[in-house]
């Protein structure tokens, strides 16, 4: 007796977890730096380069890019530093599972510091990386088999078709407004990133984004002059990711990686312009509807048997989603008195909070570095990438900024479900006793014909006809004749 056997392979989510991340650094300015006076802004940009998976364990690679705004000892004036710091973190996933990919995100906690001398500062930072874990765990189910009844149920689900993190390069040239003075230093950058088009062909996904940059310099002036100069970069790549076809729907998440901006001389040798360059980190995750059968029990008319069976995850119920969110919030900020804002950036951080930070003028005319968090609705969402895509702002008070947004997101949701399907069944060679010709049988509401069938030996079909019915589920408790076989 040959049966019919099909392997269903699908990559299903086999951990989920946030693990902590608390590191500390001591940076020391480089030579040609000024010494410290007071800090303006320390802000650190974590982000993940690579993950790997090996033996049960997932080692996740990164970076820690430092950035500082402060005043100089010597000349009272606006300066910067950078430093860059690499980090690792290793996850212990249970399962031995093969062909594993991982989607990793970081969600920035919080990070201190604190100035130990004019050159030296201690920084603690703390994150948290957020993992998902998929594996396909291949299945063999018996899809045919002679003298037994298969029950066949349809199912709709999303399959991970595929997964991608890599990196796009970016090398930008502005130039300043003609009527502004020549650039002393870059004092800050101001960041952010969002997806504008994204094409799937056979093997291939094409990823249209737009950087936007916001950046602080000061002018060669005897008076310190703070200027405003934006610029938007468009950048592209095309990433090979197998088995992806033009149908399928991705969700694909940008963000800026390693970021250098310096002034340029321009051909007339005078710094007039700024270079940017640097990199966008791009994770992409790949999803195809599917529908299929799924063999869920058994049973013979003529022969006892055994069924067995093994477990299968499905995202079951799925759907993508793309909307747009126009809405306004507004900031308070205690003790602090608000006459200009300088530069003012609108992000989403860690996927639920619309983060505001900005440069502002006090009553003394003093540069301050103001950061807030607010948490908007959050996406029930198993997948999903969501971008400021637009704001405005004005100032209410003395304390307060108004900010009107427009957010856009593309999300996946499903329900992942387990499922139950026959591996193997087991046909006794002891005949069964025949059974009735035919049996009036008083079903109940939502009764399955299947569950009826199996306990009288006959089949759905037949019943269907004997009874003139088209749906396998009653919808009231009615009288069945249920004929034999």
Not at 246 to 251: H, K, L, S, T
Request: proline content about 1%; some cysteine.
């Amino acid at each position: 007796m040959e049966n019919n056997i099909r392997e269903i392979k699908e990559k299903c989510n086999v951990f989920s977890k946030c693990v902590d991340v608390d590191l500390d650094f001591q940076e020391n300015l480089m030579a040609y730096n000024d010494d410290m006076l007071k800090i303006v802004r320390c802000c650190i940009n974590n982000f993940v380069i690579n993950t790997d998976y090996n033996n049960g364990t997932l080692t996740v690679y990164g970076k820690s890019k430092i950035y500082l705004t402060y005043v100089s000892e010597s000349t009272s004036c606006l300066t910067t530093a950078d430093f860059e710091e690499d980090f690792q973190k290793q996850i212990n996933i249970e399962g031995g599972f093969e062909n594993v990919t991982a989607d990793v995100f970081v969600m920035n906690k919080y990070s201190n510091f604190r100035v130990i001398n004019q050159r030296r500062i201690d920084i603690h930072n703390a994150f948290a990386l957020n993992v998902k874990v998929c594996a396909c765990n291949p299945v063999k189910m018996i899809d045919d088999m002679p003298r037994v009844l298969l029950r066949k149920d349809r199912i709709n689900y999303l399959s991970l078709v595929g997964t991608a993190y890599t990196r796009a390069e970016f090398e930008e040239d502005t130039v300043i407004p003609s009527d502004s003075e020549f650039i002393k230093r870059i004092i800050n950058t101001f960041s952010t990133v969002h997806t504008d088009e994204i094409k799937i062909i056979k093997n291939k996904m094409l990823v249209k984004a737009t950087a936007e940059f916001s950046l602080l310099y000061t002018t060669d002036t005897e008076n310190e002059i703070i200027r405003k100069c934006e610029k938007s970069v468009n950048i592209s790549k095309i990433i090979d990711i197998n088995d992806i076809d033009e149908g399928d729907n991705a969700v694909v998440n940008v963000n800026i990686g390693n970021m250098y901006v310096k002034p340029k001389a321009d051909k007339n040798n005078e710094l007039r312009m700024i270079e940017l360059l640097g990199d966008v980190n791009i994770n992409a995750s790949v999803f195809r509807k599917v529908e299929t059968e799924l063999s869920t029990d058994s049973y013979a008319t003529d022969n006892e048997i055994s069924n067995t069976f093994s477990k299968i995850n499905l995202n079951t119920n799925g759907s993508v989603v793309s909307d747009i969110i126009n809405d306004k919030c507004t900031f308070e900020f205690e003790n602090i008195n608000i006459v200009e804002v300088v530069d003012l950036s609108l992000n989403i951080s860690d996927g639920k909070n619309l983060e505001l930070t900005a440069f502002i003028r006090n009553e003394k005319s003093e540069l301050i570095f103001i950061s807030q968090k607010k948490e908007i609705d959050v996406f029930n969402f198993n997948f999903s990438a969501t971008y400021v895509k637009s704001f405005d702002y004005v100032i209410n008070s003395s304390n307060q900024i108004s900010v009107r947004y427009l957010i856009e997101y593309t999300a996946i949701k499903f329900e992942e479900k387990t499922f139950n399907v026959l591996t193997e069944i087991n046909v006794s060679d002891t005949p069964m006793a025949d059974s009735p010709a035919l049996v009036v049988y008083f079903a109940k509401e939502q009764e399955q014909l299947w569950d009826i069938a199996k306990k009288f030996r006959t089949s759905v079909e037949l019943i269907k006809s004997e009874n003139e019915l088209k749906d396998d589920v009653l919808q009231s408790r009615r009288i069945l004749l249920i004929p034999g076989m």
